[in-house]
């Protein structure tokens, strides 16, 4: 009856439109006072337990590096490069647009900030190029999905942290997924745009825009290339990342004012105001099922029920692709990550293998109503109706399936690095 009750608490909760933190705040105390001790003031020593950790740190400083980034002249000269690479392909500046989104994904860690850096550049240009406006919508937004799975990755940092699974290898293990998705959209777009002719290619204009935008381009090789390598952790190279980025806009590009920062660090702490409670009451939920067993419980009652490690994988995909349709990426591991890697563990996959399985089926939430947070972005950075950039994304969205599909029954793909 307990457990009836607290489904009952959250049911009620979701229907008077309450919001997460509402919602996992009361389901935490609930959980405390009927199956714990009683004492919910133990959901503050267990956060904070939770929370003293030293790769948290990496979430804020990754968000404020990309946020520097998205407003200085970084993206603008990534995506010259990109053109100028691509220009003599048919669909070359659709592949520079797939390119660019991925690129700077790699430099900022978040889907959204991707899409509206890249979006708001690259739209205008594929119209004016004489691309459709549904496949410039549908290209944008989902190459803009890559910063979730191209490391560095805010979703895989909190991955990591909700199940003790090494950062470092997560961000090694996005590297095939992303490489595979991207080439998808690219093959799609030189297919799908073989009558939209190239340009002309122009060693100098190669030439001009890498010698404008190398400072831009060193760094994803620096924050990766020092984490692979040893010399710095992912919260250290998180660091590292905010201080080339502020030096780079504001001394070598000179697009931004140390003035700038000022409002740029604002937008960043409003949006951790809002990530971080709900981060604090997920951890202490998180060490509450664990001191009560709870995933060990769930994985004894599935033993008898799952026979095959396909069977899980399929239904895991399937429930992970319903999750997404309704639920942000960020709340979704919060919440489900600590139960279902215990679960995945029992059936022989790998935890890294399986944080990426996670976070790509969570990718593809950011394009399926009614809570797509691209499609919802992408409706103030392309001033389109909501049905009409679902409608945008349908092919890409098909394109990611198969993606899924190959990074589920294919671990190689996400471990060969690491191995």
């Known amino acids: 009856m307990a457990a009836v009750g607290l489904l009952a608490l959250v049911l009620a909760l979701f229907m008077l439109r309450q919001n997460l933190l509402v919602v996992l705040g009361m389901a935490t105390a609930y959980a405390y006072v009927i199956w714990g001790d009683g004492q919910v003031a133990n959901i503050v020593i267990d956060a904070w337990d939770a929370l003293n950790k030293e790769i948290l740190l990496s979430i804020p400083l990754y968000i404020l590096a990309g946020n520097i980034m998205s407003r200085g002249a970084m993206a603008a000269r990534l995506i010259r490069m990109m ?3 691509s220009a003599p392909i048919p669909g070359g500046l ?9 690129l700077f994904a790699a430099v900022s860690g978040s889907g959204t900030v991707t899409l ?11 119209l004016q190029a004489g691309y459709s406006k549904s496949f410039a919508i549908g290209a944008l937004c989902a190459a803009g999905t890559l910063g979730i799975i191209v490391p560095p990755s805010i979703p895989l940092i909190l991955y990591g942290i909700m199940t003790q699974t090494s950062i470092a290898d997560l961000f090694i293990a996005g590297v095939g997924p992303a490489a595979l998705l991207v080439t998808l959209m690219a093959t799609y777009a030189i297919l799908r745009n073989r009558s939209v002719g190239g340009g002309n290619w122009s060693w100098a204009e190669v030439r001009d825009a890498f010698r404008a935008g190398v400072w831009a381009l060193v760094m994803p090789a620096l924050i990766l290339g020092g984490i692979y390598s040893g010399y710095f952790t992912a919260t250290e190279s998180a660091a590292v990342a905010v201080v080339y980025a ?11 004012r140390f003035a700038d920062l000022y409002a ?24 509450f099922l664990a001191y009560q067993q709870v995933p060990e419980l769930l994985v004894g009652a599935l033993a008898d029920t799952i026979s095959s490690r396909a069977g899980f994988l399929i239904g895991m995909n399937l429930f992970l692709l319903a999750v997404g349709c309704v639920m942000d990426i960020g709340s979704a591991i919060l919440i489900l990550a600590p139960i279902l ?14 944080g990426i399985i996670t976070v790509v089926n969570l990718e593809i939430g950011y394009l399926t109503p009614p809570l797509g947070l691209n499609l919802i972005v992408a409706m103030t950075v392309f001033r389109e ?35």
């Open 341 to 354: 890697q215990p679960l995945a563990a029992a059936q022989g996959i790998d935890p890294v293998h399986f």
């Open 385 to 419: 109706p909501f049905w009409t950039i679902c409608r945008a994304v349908l092919p890409f969205l098909a394109l990611m399936l198969v993606g899924l599909s190959i990074v589920a029954f294919f671990p190689r793909l996400s471990l060969f690095l690491i191995d």
């Open 246 to 256: 502020i030096l780079v806009e504001t001394l070598v590009y000179r697009e931004m």
């Open 116 to 126: 509206l850096a890249v979006g708001a550049v690259m739209y205008p240009a594929l």
């Open 83 to 85: 053109q100028a690479v």
């Open 94 to 102: 659709a592949i520079a647009a797939v390119l660019s989104c991925a």
């Open 264 to 287: 740029v660090i604002g937008q960043t702490t409003r949006l951790l105001g809002s990530l971080f409670p709900v981060l604090m009451l997920a951890l202490s939920l998180n060490v």
